[in-house]
Structure formats: C-alpha cells, structure tokens
C-alpha cells in the first residue's frame, strides 16, 4: 500500500494504475474507519479495481455547534486497517491540498439536501457536496461506494455526479450493523453505556414501520406515529424526525399506493449529545 499526501502525487500514481489498465475503485472517509467503511473497501476489492482510500475531515460539514475537534482521529489506526483490507493507495491530504484557494463557494445542493437531515443541519450537505465535489475532481474516473447508512447524503452525491457529469459511477453498499442492530458509525464511540444501550430503539422502530407496511399501512402519517412512538416510549432519546421518501427521487410521500415501489424510511435521533441516522428500505407490496 501506498500513502501519499500531495495531490499531484496521488493523480500520478492513479494516472499509473490506468496506463496499466487498471479501473479505480474510490472510498472517500474523514477516518475513524470502522466496519461499515471496510465493507466498502471490500467491496471494491472483490470487483477486481485498483483500491483507492481518502482520509480527510473536511470541516465544511460541521455547523458551530458541532464536533469537529473532537471528531475521532485514529491515522495510524486507519492505516492498519487499510492494510489489513488490502487498500492499493492511501490519500491523507492536508486542508491546504484540498483547498489549495482558500475554502471555497459552498455546492448548491438542490432540493434533496433541504429537508430532513438538511434541515436540522443546514449547513452539512453542502459541506460534504463541496468536498466530494473536489475530491472527484481529483480523482477522476473512477467506481465511488457509499454507504446506505447515510441514505440521504447518497443521493444528495447522486445528484451532485449528474449536474456535474463527473465520470464517477456511485456503488450503494448496505448498512452494516451491530448484532443488536445498531448501524456501524464513528459517532457511536460517544455514546454512553445508558446510550449504547437506548440506541437500538432506531432499528426496531424502523423494522416494526417496514411490518406495518407489509401488513397492509398505507398512511406515512400512521407509520411516523408507530416509530415514533416506540423511539419515545423504549428510550431516553430525543427523536428529530421519521421521514418516508420515494427510493429514487427522495420525494416525501404521504401516501404508500404505488405497489412494488421503492420507499426508505429515515431517522435521526439525539443521544445526549450524540447523534444518530439510520434506515430502512421498504418495496410496497
């Protein structure tokens, strides 16, 4: 594995791998790499592409009020990890290298990242569509995984890839998750012993929306009140929102008609002062 810091040494040895005819397989993370980003790493891996990892913590996606300095920093850590998961090229670029300019003008984010998640943080998606969109630059052509975790700032990614045409195929990779059901996140290490606990609740209510659906509920606001309710009633956690959106548009749906539609049924929830997002998706029997 190979570690480099400098952009133009990183597009020259991507540049390299492509001459010999190699694909790029492109995993962009802010570190604290835990078995959800390693899943994607694995992914690339067995599709057979030259495996690229980034380790930046771009600070464009935290509000004031949040974590950025005591976001989990763990370098020497991730490196192992890449290593261990067979990651080809390491990039650790400094903010200069990413910013070389100085910050710049924040990514229109259109209407997907304007609700939900975008709503109650108001800054984060164009946050991360600003950094994405450089790293993709950057990059080039390439096979880029996500992870269904962060369903939303998916596609707020999808949609940034088609306004921009970058040469960049979005590869959705699924939630991995504790044996409890609580997802795989770098936040996770905050939670307190009392919060680790509560923090299952989002599976379980989300899982008993899906069987209420399956069972005949075709009202989004009678499945928001049983989630919500279970969140409420099972923990200490303070619920934000339960969202229904349409799987490939992300539109809010009030109504679950359409038979063998895609939906996904979103939630954040506050711990103490940890966050937590999670999903499901649900086809419309």
Same mark, same amino acid.
């Given at each position: ?6 952009v ?8 390299e ?12 993370t ?36 949040e ?14 990890? /890449?290593?261990?998961?067979?990651v080809?090229?390491?990039?650790c670029p ?5 910013y ?9 984010i ?12 108001p800054s984060h998606?164009?946050g991360v ?7 993709f ?5 390439? /096979? ?14 999808n ?7 970058f ?5 959705? /990779?699924?939630t ?9 996140s770098s936040?996770n290490?905050y ?10 609740v989002?599976?379980?209510a ?10 005949g509920?075709?009202?989004?606001e009678?499945?928001k009140?049983?989630i919500?309710s279970?969140?409420?009633n099972e923990?200490?956690?303070?619920l ?11 539109t ?9 539609k895609q ?5 954040? /929830?506050d711990?103490?002062t ?8 649900v086809?419309?029997?």
């Open positions: 594995m190979e570690i480099v810091t400098s133009k040494d990183f597009q020259n040895l991507l540049s791998r492509r001459n010999l005819g190699e694909d790029i397989g492109f995993v962009p802010m570190g604290a790499l835990h078995g959800g980003h390693t899943s994607l790493v694995d992914t690339s891996v067995r599709q057979e592409k030259t495996t690229v990892v980034s380790i930046f913590v771009n600070p464009l996606q935290f509000s004031d009020e974590d950025l300095d005591d976001y989990p920093s763990s370098l020497e850590k991730d490196e192992g990890t /890449c290593l261990k998961h067979k080809d090229l390491l990039f400094t903010q200069k290298e990413i070389p300019k100085g910050v710049p003008e924040p990514e229109d259109g209407e997907i990242g304007k609700i939900l998640e975008g709503k109650s943080r998606f164009q569509a600003t950094v994405v969109a450089r790293l630059e950057i990059v080039g052509e390439a /096979c880029a995984y996500f992870g269904e975790k962060d369903f939303q700032q998916m596609m707020v990614v949609d940034l890839v088609k306004r921009h045409r040469p960049v195929e979005i590869v959705a /990779c699924p991995i998750r504790q044996i409890d059901g609580l997802a795989l936040r290490v939670l307190t012993e009392e919060q680790r606990a509560d923090a299952p989002l599976y379980r989300l899982i008993a929306g899906a069987e209420l659906i399956s069972e509920e075709r009202k989004s009678n499945l009140k049983l919500s279970i969140v409420v923990s200490k956690g303070d934000d929102y339960v969202g229904i959106v349409d799987s490939e548009t992300f809010p749906l009030d109504s679950l008609n359409d038979s063998g939906i996904r049924i979103l939630i954040a /929830c711990f103490g940890t966050r937590l997002i999670d999903n499901v998706g086809v419309i029997p």
